[in-house]
């Protein structure tokens, strides 16, 4: 903030005007500057996204020379709608669907019509994490601030942008980033480098995802909207501050410390990283410590080709399915009803919201305590019987069969995209 800043417009002045009045490090024509002239790369369109797009557009950030560049290959759609408050039904009504990063755009220039929005529809892979990153920095002149924020869902995309913004760049480019599940929420910023102060890498505080990581998604666990709200809220925030510069010592930028809220007691607290003299890195960090193993974004990609990544096309075809040979469509599930049981391995919670007819609700979680008690299914291997097994996208029902044939029930077969498919293509069910 050392140099004159290029002078205000009196449109600039009269719609700024209540951020202008406050005192620095926020308020004044320099600051403002910055955050016209600071260029954003935000993944994900999503929940999070939604408050954090509005208020940044509303702030000025990439209203003047800088840009917001927004990646996310999904379209709006109504059961996303409670909580990604930036997309209409209009969006979700659209033929084909809007994309999401379309519909922010618009929403952020409807507030804002000078903020300058790129769009990539496409969602970061490990196959594309490196150059969307790369083509991303080559457009910041070396005078604007910069940041990346990761509104991503999945621990796949969380690990691939902490690792690529961690290893050496051509300049430092700070991650703000946020997660949500059912009523809690983290908000930190990684990667975070000022004159006084080196910030972890996501890898420093968390080296891996948790086992089966794919069940902490909000699509599978549920998330109350207005959790995601603040969450994002929060993240606008500490982007304002990574972009001024601004010192965590000083003025509580999120690095070194993990801002944690759990809803349901309203209760939050901050976590503090360990640190010694400003530097918040692990000494045994995989990729910023004394001995990395990951020393590429190639080395990268392979790590985390193994986690899971954004939530499967609506259409039912999860990667993860199980080989064709333990699998029914839904439609040939639904001639075979009459003569199977069907067994449907969702938690209860889903379940009660709805199953089929008839159907014998026994979670994954607790599926093989509940056939070590001889349960519903009756003995194991029981002579032949049909059993079909139904989750909500064909993943957990592939497990479930798995562990059925490997007891004995040789003739179990897991519903081809679950309920999606079956609401798709029998129909009766309804679409969540
Ligand atoms: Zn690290």
Same mark, same amino acid.
């Given at each position: ?206 080296? !891996? ?12 666990? %549920? ?51 360990? /640190?010694?003299? /400003? ?29 899971? /990544?954004?939530?499967? +096309?609506?259409? /039912?075809? *999860?990667?993860?399915? +199980? ?41 994954? !979680? ?16 029981? *002579? ?42 029998? %129909? ?5």
């Amino acid at each position: 903030m050392g140099d004159a800043p290029l002078p205000l417009t009196s449109s600039e002045v009269s719609r700024y005007s209540r951020q202008l009045l406050l005192p620095p490090p926020f308020g004044g024509p320099a600051a403002l500057r910055r955050l016209l002239s600071s260029h954003l790369l935000v993944v994900g369109a999503g929940g999070l996204a939604s408050p954090l797009l509005l208020y940044l557009a509303a702030a000025g950030v990439g209203a003047g020379e800088g840009s917001v560049t927004l990646v996310d290959g999904d379209r709006v759609d109504a059961s996303n709608l409670h909580r990604q408050i930036a997309h209409t039904q209009a969006g979700a009504d659209a033929t084909p669907k809007q994309l999401k990063v379309d519909s922010a755009k618009e929403r952020m220039r409807a507030l804002n019509p000078a903020v300058r929005v790129a769009t990539i529809a496409e969602d970061l892979t490990p196959g594309n994490a490196a150059g969307l990153v790369g083509n991303f920095l080559a457009g910041v002149p070396p005078e604007a601030a910069c940041a990346v924020v990761d509104c991503s869902d999945n621990p796949r995309t969380r690990y691939l942008l902490s690792d690529i913004t961690a290893l050496p760049l051509p300049r430092p480019l700070p991650l703000v980033s946020a997660a949500c599940v059912g009523t809690d929420s983290l908000v930190t910023v990684y990667n975070y480098r000022t004159p006084t102060h080196t910030g972890p890498c996501y890898r420093c505080v968390y080296p !891996s995802p948790p086992p089966d990581n794919g069940c902490n998604s909000c699509s599978d666990a %549920g998330v109350l909207g207005p959790v995601v709200g603040l969450a994002g809220t929060r993240q606008a925030l500490e982007t304002v501050k990574v972009l001024l510069g601004l010192d965590p010592a000083e003025h509580g930028v999120l690095s070194g410390t993990v801002a944690v809220f759990d809803a349901c007691y309203g209760v939050g607290r901050d976590v503090r990283v360990r /640190g010694e003299g /400003g530097d918040y890195r692990k000494k045994t960090c995989q990729v910023c410590g004394e001995n990395p193993t990951i020393r590429t974004p190639e080395e990268s990609a392979a790590v985390c080709a193994g986690y899971v /990544g954004p939530t499967p +096309p609506d259409d /039912g075809s *999860a990667s993860s399915a +199980p080989p064709s040979g333990e699998e029914v469509t839904a439609a040939a599930a639904a001639d075979m009803l009459g003569r199977a049981v069907l067994l449907d391995v969702r938690e209860a919670n889903q379940f009660e919201m709805f199953h089929v007819e008839g159907a014998i609700n026994m979670p994954l !979680s607790s599926l093989e305590a509940e056939l070590d008690k001889g349960g519903e299914l009756g003995a194991e291997g029981e *002579a032949g019987k049909l059993v079909l097994v139904m989750c909500r996208r064909g993943v957990a029902s592939g497990k479930a069969v798995q562990i059925l044939r490997g007891r004995g029930w040789s003739n179990a077969w897991s519903v081809k995209g679950g309920m999606r498919e079956w609401a798709n293509s029998v %129909g009766g069910v309804p679409w969540y």
